[in-house]
């Protein structure tokens, strides 16, 4: 163990965890990486592309190279990053992308390969032969890419999403994310302070003597204190800002239970939607390496990460310790690290001018030109002017200066701009409304500048809402402004990696430069610099620097790089906040749906809607046994269906005949009180839009039934023409769809039937007959309404009743109907008995059919407008020739398969010689056999005919007869009876 | 997106569904000699502005009022929100 | 110079040296034959077959800002010939067919592969539908095969077919489908034409059309002039905007498809996969991403950016279909501006104005059209005829009813 003294973890309690199958121990405050480095652990992954061995790199959310799979079985998970794991006892870590161990990885063999794949090499090679990509070179390359594995267990745990509201969201809790919560706090504002780490303080914690007149955790701690009096702030650790959307929506995830052992937490994650009027981006800084030849081994670190954990985790990475730094940051790791007792072999400045600050050994001037050490380091090459030299040390912290973390800023696009004066890119002028940015991630990196703007730029974003604000007291605070050397590489032939994770090095920024990939984005494409799971977090600014630096030109003439969201990965479980499974999408029950159930029903998905679709019978082996029960029922005697699915529209006023007569294309206004109609709705463009049927119950009353799929597009619809189209019209519409409950009761007894339920209504065919329609009561005084509608071609009725009244009236029918045999039955049934007479349904109206297809071109009126009249006789829809079709197999037995084309017998069998399909078949116990309807060339004028349905897909061609559409009662006889 | 509803104030754009181009209100005059162009024009040919465009909003999840939305296409602002039919209504009124 | 195995080793041993410029950097010359404005996936494909093919060579492609930056470089990299409609279907599997060779014709690996694809059906209706659009592929030269649940099962075992809110009960499969690397694609057809002497310009930005008694004679650059007398329009994302400055308004509307992709993860997903319950399709790339989609956020827009609503709702549908994944995270998401016709069907057409030809509409579905849009554009423009693939393709097809609208949901473009 190599801890030191001090840091913020609780040394009282030891937590117990494994990585890679070995125990080790830490306490609570730790993070995977720093137990692990105070347990002397170095090599912790591989990198992606060379497989290099790679230690922890950084102390946070930029980390490139220690990337671990997490927990195990169907809670495995990959790429989680040792830096930002908070430590738990029982937690289980494991390296990944190695094989067959961490240490012996059989892939490293690609390091040896590396002057082979260079960035870009794939697009040279792999090309003959042109079968063996997928066969051969494709599958080794996917073997050896990817990083982490899936469990391919579905994921056990629960997520939640949730919506916030707030005046001020500050995102980041470092010293200008406090300063700015606690201004706006103090107004009685409500503020969101979120903080993507499991303790407040951000940089505060990692360093030393940033705050003068007071003890920094005192101050932090004081104002934790305050901040859980204020009820108007609230406070959220383990929530990560990771996106910035329109008007002022965040997109934040909450890590409510991942730092707890699994199964403790009530949900393990939790989706934010927060929508702030204004947002302070308080996110920090992230500091920048330098490139030098073979900089990416163990023990090579960032030199704030090098400080945060010897002054945060007490741990430290090594024994002796070099720096290599282009400003004073480096000068400020060997001052704190001395202080702690660490060994400082050298700290190597670029600046020649650079001047020690305190007792250690300086190269001013000097760089790092290569290092030792296979799985960890073990000394560093340093030059300085024609001196050279060699220095045993175990870490090599390197500072390069610090890079905004601007990443919310430019989710909008806009583009960051670098700023010569502090040698860095800001945050974009034209960045998301609402979002300013304070602190380090304004560029602002002196503690006292950071406290400062923090709080100033509260008191700006308040007083745009118009709310006051003072300026709190603020500690005095360190106010020291360090500005990098502009030194971003080490010249050198050997390889020095800019981007640790994808192995990007500057031979390869070289190389596409040199193949004309100069521009930022093809930098990127061509190289994957960037590309990785940091996003380039440590890697962006110093490849552009280098594209410019190989250029002859600035870094704001070379580009800038846009951060897309999220900021940090996210969990797709928790995007998909747990509306997964059977709760993907809500259930619609009807309200027979409890009776249905009870009867042994089997149901169906309709849309979001569950129907039955059919009711097995004991005895019955087969579902089509089944069917052709309830369909023969209903043509012998009486059957019963809910049809409360389909949807209804309440539409009344003065006007209400006039507006409907514009909505449907056939004629409307001349319906009378008391009668149905068929109704044919068009789009605009002329094609078949709904089917249904109109009541008009009085004569500004009507009930527009609409089918169940297009409920709300139809509603939609007419909502439009009423509101957009003719506002002047008097009529108004509501969907009562859900408000009555509508049973179908249909075949030859159905008048019988219904007479037994209704309160003295005279059902004789002279007093109701077909298409008839009418309130009344039923079963001693239930208010209901009765349509004469037939979709099955018999004799058939729709009684609607309040919703609540549905399964009630469900029962009463069956046992009113038991002498009668009433049979329930389901969709199956319903389809059958509409295929049989003939009735398009939703195949047959899929939105790219014709009213002449479907033989209804006479029913759109040439005698008033009406929507889509004029487009359906545009030439491309009136000259359209195919016509819906009844089809009967040739022989009894053969099947009728919709999906299949059809051909003219003996023509070939083409898409471009194709005459039509078949939309929709059953078998048909009227007809005795397998029966069908389709779309045929010229179909109206080949009753008789043979034609082929092929179905190559299933290797089947029938021979079927083209017969009329009507394959039951022809004449109507039986529906109007 | 928050859609500043003129009668509700701001709602989330999930409770809406958008339509596209304003102009779907003006439907032509069936009975107009060009009639066959107009209706073209209409249902199938679009202005598709990158800056500020009148569109279609219908509140299904709400009070179901369709509204002509302001929006700039390349930013998302919303310059302006009114109730379709008012708008409507007005154009009828200077037909 | 050729691309090879031999000749990358050759290199590896001499310090890379050796390579040149994927494509030259030309200025503007005052005059070409044929000027192709767009330098994405089409208009370099176009330049790519004019010369190839037609023989043609005095050309410029000029492009707004860096080659590849449009939709190209912006799409979830599938290719599929899964088609209804005549009118599509074969022009779908001509281009597939160009994939097929295109890496051997080009010289450079963009990474065709063809690890097929599936749409799963959860319904009888959708599975009839399927069936229907099987028979047309097949009909028509294509591939397909219909899959029961069980073959589906032991073909990708992870779907959720036991706790699923709309079960799985088959899909529809492409095997010849697959995806390609979309930068290398447009990489590969600029180094191509570069090479047959077209010039490729970057950072040039066509503001006008310089016209003479309806006829074109070139076009205003941020560059300068250019005179020519056939001008290839191929701008997805600003075709509403280019087009306006030849005084033409087009049945296209502009929108935001959102794409995503995960971090790297070893293989997980064999081939592309589409949900037919919900706004979802997945593939992995050869790194290892999760690369998926859905609905486009159906608001019109030029932003190349999206919003929440849809993050989620593509995450939902994923987790639904695949709740394996959840433990995949979300690694970037980004947005393409979407050219979507009032058919969901594109235009390769003449213009009213002579010797302008436009290219465009191609809602999310431009990417796998690359080769056989290029190659029919060339065609268009070289002899003035439609290419028979793309004869459907007509401009004022929507004026006579004579739509190709895959979807049936008409002229509302945020349905196609």
């Known amino acids: 163990m190599t801890r030191l003294d001090g840091g913020l973890i609780d040394r009282s309690k030891t937590l117990d965890f494994s990585f890679d199958g070995k125990p080790f121990r830490g306490h609570p405050g730790d993070t995977l990486a720093s137990a692990l480095l105070a347990s002397d652990v170095r090599l912790v992954g591989r990198s992606f592309k060379y497989h290099r061995p790679r230690g922890v790199y950084s102390a946070g959310s930029e980390e490139p190279n220690a990337l671990v799979e997490l927990g195990a079985g169907a809670r495995k998970q990959p790429n989680s990053r040792a830096t930002t794991v908070e430590l738990f006892a029982g937690l289980e870590a494991a390296s990944q992308n190695r094989w067959p161990s961490l240490r012996f990885d059989a892939m490293a063999v690609n390091d040896l390969l590396a002057p082979f794949l260079t960035a870009g090499f794939y697009y040279k090679t792999f090309m003959w032969p042109a079968a063996f990509w997928e066969k051969l070179y494709e599958p080794a390359i996917r073997r050896a890419a990817g990083l982490g594995r899936l469990s391919m267990l579905p994921d056990p745990d629960r997520y939640e999403k949730g919506y916030l509201h707030c005046d001020l969201l500050v995102v980041g809790g470092g010293p200008s994310g406090l300063s700015a919560a606690l201004a706006a706090a103090r107004t009685g504002a409500k503020v969101i302070l979120a903080d993507e780490d499991f303790r407040l303080g951000g940089r505060l914690l990692a360093e030393t003597a940033c705050l003068r007149d007071v003890g920094t955790l005192d101050w932090i701690s004081n104002l934790e204190n305050e901040f859980e009096s204020l009820p108007n702030l609230r406070v959220m650790r383990r929530t990560t800002v990771f996106g910035v959307f329109d008007h002022g929506i965040y997109g934040a995830v909450e890590r409510v239970s991942d730092h707890m052992p699994a199964r403790e937490g009530p949900v393990r994650q939790a989706l934010w939607q927060i929508s702030a009027k204004q947002a302070i981006l308080a996110a920090g800084a992230t500091e920048r390496p330098i490139a030098f030849a073979d900089n990416d081994r163990p023990g090579i670190m960032l030199g704030g990460a090098v400080r945060a954990y010897a002054n945060r985790w007490a741990a430290c990475p090594g024994k002796r310790i070099a720096v290599f730094t282009n400003n004073d940051d480096g000068h400020r790791t060997a001052l704190d690290l001395i202080a702690k007792g660490v060994d400082i072999a050298a700290v190597v400045d670029v600046r020649p001018e650079a001047a020690a600050l305190g007792d250690y050994r300086l190269v001013a001037g000097g760089v790092v030109s290569g290092t030792r050490g296979r799985m960890g380091l073990s000394a560093i090459e340093v030059v300085s002017g024609s001196r050279k030299e060699r220095i045993e040390c175990d870490v090599l912290a390197v500072s390069g200066g610090w890079n905004p973390n601007v990443h919310l800023a430019s989710n909008h696009r806009g583009r960051p701009a670098w700023d010569e004066a502090v040698q860095a890119f800001l945050p974009p002028l034209d960045g998301p409304a609402g979002l300013t940015a304070a602190g380090a991630a304004s560029g602002r990196f002196s503690t006292s500048d950071a406290l400062l703007s923090g709080a100033r730029t509260a008191l700006g974003a308040l007083d745009s809402l118009g709310i006051r604000a003072a300026m709190p007291d603020l500690p005095d605070a360190e106010g020291r402004r360090s500005v990098p050397a502009p030194f971003f590489h080490v010249p050198g032939k050997r390889r020095a990696w800019v981007d640790f994770q994808n192995d990007v090095t500057v031979k390869d920024i070289k190389l596409a430069h040199s193949e004309n990939m100069r521009s930022v984005e093809h930098l990127k494409r061509y190289t994957t610099l960037g590309m990785a799971t940091d996003q380039g977090r440590t890697a962006n600014v110093t490849g552009l620097a280098i594209m410019a630096e190989l250029g002859g030109q600035s870094i704001p003439e070379t580009g800038t790089t846009i951060f897309r969201p999220p900021y940090t990965p996210v969990n797709l479980s928790v995007l998909g906040g747990g509306d997964t499974g059977e709760h993907f999408r809500p259930r619609r029950l009807t309200p027979t749906h409890r009776w249905a159930r009870e009867q042994g029903a089997v149901f169906i998905e309709a849309g979001q809607w569950m129907r039955a679709q059919y009711f097995p019978q004991p005895g019955e082996s087969h579902w089509r046994e089944t069917v052709d029960r309830e369909a023969r029922a209903v043509r012998r005697s009486v059957g019963i269906c809910d049809v409360t699915t389909l949807g209804k529209i309440d539409v009344q006023g003065s006007d209400a005949g006039e507006y409907l007569n514009r909505i449907y294309a056939n004629m409307i206004q001349t319906l009378k009180p008391g009668r149905v109609r068929y109704g044919l709705m068009l789009r605009e463009d002329g094609f078949a839009f709904d089917d249904g049927t109109c009541a008009r119950l009085s004569d500004d009353h009507f009930i527009v039934t609409t089918t169940t799929a297009n409920a709300g597009t139809v509603y939609r619809h007419m909502e439009f023409a009423r509101q957009c189209l003719w506002p002047e019209l008097d009529v108004q519409l509501i969907s009562t769809t859900d408000a009555w409950a509508q049973i179908t009761i249909a075949g030859p007894n159905s008048r019988e039937l219904l007479t037994r339920l209704v309160d003295g209504f005279d059902l004789s065919n002279e007093a109701f007959p077909f298409m008839a329609c009418s309130e009344l009561s039923v079963c001693g005084g239930l208010r209901a309404r009765l349509f004469r509608i037939s979709f099955s071609g018999e004799l058939a009725y729709e009684l609607a009743v309040p919703a609540r009244y549905g399964r009630a009236l469900m029962a009463r029918l069956m046992e009113a109907g038991q002498d009668l045999g009433v049979t329930p039955y389901g969709t199956e049934a319903l389809g059958v008995l509409r295929i049989e007479k003939g009735h398009a349904a939703g195949a047959e109206f899929n939105g790219q059919t014709s009213p002449a297809m479907l033989g209804m071109d006479k029913l759109v009126s040439v005698k008033k407008d009406s929507i889509g009249a004029l487009m359906s006789r545009r030439a491309g829809l009136a000259d359209e020739r195919r016509r819906l079709v009844g089809l009967q197999p040739v022989d009894p037995a053969a099947s009728v398969i919709p999906g299949a084309h059809l051909f003219g017998a003996g023509r070939e069998q083409t898409l471009a010689t194709d005459e039509g399909w078949i939309t929709s078949a059953c078998y048909s116990p009227h007809v005795g056999s397998m029966i069908g309807l389709g779309f045929l060339e010229n179909g109206d004028a080949r009753l008789g005919e043979a034609v082929v349905a092929a179905n190559p897909l299933e290797g089947q061609t029938v021979s079927l007869k083209v017969v009329p559409i009507h394959f039951v009662d022809p004449e109507g006889g039986r529906l109007r009876g | 997106m928050l859609i500043p509803h003129p009668l509700l104030g701001p709602r989330d754009a999930r409770e809406f569904t958008v339509m596209g181009d304003a102009g779907m209100i003006d439907r032509p005059d069936p009975a107009a000699p060009d009639a066959a162009d107009r209706f073209y024009e209409y249902v199938y040919l679009r202005d598709n502005p990158a800056g500020v465009h009148r569109e279609l909003w219908f509140h299904e999840y709400g009070d179901r009022s369709w509204l002509v939305v302001t929006r700039n296409t390349l930013t998302h602002e919303i310059v302006a929100v009114e109730l379709a039919s008012d708008v409507s209504a007005k154009r009828e009124k200077s037909r | ?416």
């Open chain 3, 1 to 416: 110079m050729t691309f090879s195995a031999m000749r990358l080793l050759r290199e590896s041993v001499t310090g890379h040296r050796g390579w040149k410029p994927l494509w030259r950097r030309p200025g503007p010359k005052p005059r070409y034959d044929i000027v192709i404005v767009g330098g994405g996936g089409h208009g370099l494909a176009t330049a790519h077959y004019l010369s190839r093919v037609f023989g043609k060579t005095n050309i410029a492609v000029v492009e707004k800002g860096w080659l590849g930056s449009g939709n190209v470089g912006r799409n979830t990299t599938i290719i599929r010939s899964n088609y209804l409609l005549p009118g599509n279907q074969p022009f779908y599997e001509f281009s597939m067919r160009l994939w097929e060779g295109l890496e051997q014709e080009l010289n450079f690996n963009a990474m065709v592969s063809q690890r097929g694809i599936v749409n799963l059906f959860h319904t009888d209706a959708q599975r009839d539908a399927y069936r229907r659009r099987g028979n047309a592929m097949l009909l028509s030269g294509a591939d397909a095969v219909l899959l029961d649940k069980e073959k589906l099962r032991r073909m990708i075992p992870f779907l959720n077919y036991d706790n699923a809110r709309f079960p799985i009960k088959g899909g529809l499969w492409q095997p010849r489908a697959g995806t390609a690397r979309h930068d290398g694609v447009a990489w590969g057809y600029a180094r191509a034409a570069d090479r047959a002497g077209v010039d490729i310009i970057e950072n040039c930005e066509v503001t006008g059309f310089r016209r003479d008694a309806g006829k074109i004679t070139g076009v205003e650059t941020t560059r300068g002039f250019i005179e020519t007398s056939k001008v290839g329009v191929a701008v997805a994302g600003s075709s509403s905007r280019v087009m306006a400055m030849a005084g033409l308004r087009l049945p296209i509307e502009s929108h935001v498809l959102q794409a995503f992709v995960s971090e790297g993860l070893k293989p997980t997903i064999p081939g592309v996969i589409t949900f037919g319950a919900g706004h979802f399709y997945v593939s992995q790339s050869d790194k290892g991403g999760l690369v998926f989609g859905g609905d486009i956020d159906g608001y019109n827009s030029y932003a190349q950016r999206g919003n929440l609503p849809v993050v989620e709702d593509v995450a939902e549908g994923g987790m639904a279909v695949m709740p394996m994944i959840g433990r995949a995270r979300l690694l970037r998401m980004w947005g393409g501006i979407m050219d979507m016709s009032m058919d969901g069907s594109p235009i390769i057409d003449r213009t009213p104005v002579e010797g302008l030809y436009f290219n465009g509409g191609w809602c999310y579905g431009g990417f796998k059209a690359t080769p056989a849009s290029g190659y029919a554009f060339a065609h268009l423009i070289a002899t003035d005829t439609p290419h028979a693939a793309a004869s459907a393709y007509r401009l004022d097809r929507f004026a006579g009813g004579h739509v190709i609208d895959e979807k049936g949901v008409g002229a509302q473009p945020n349905l196609h």
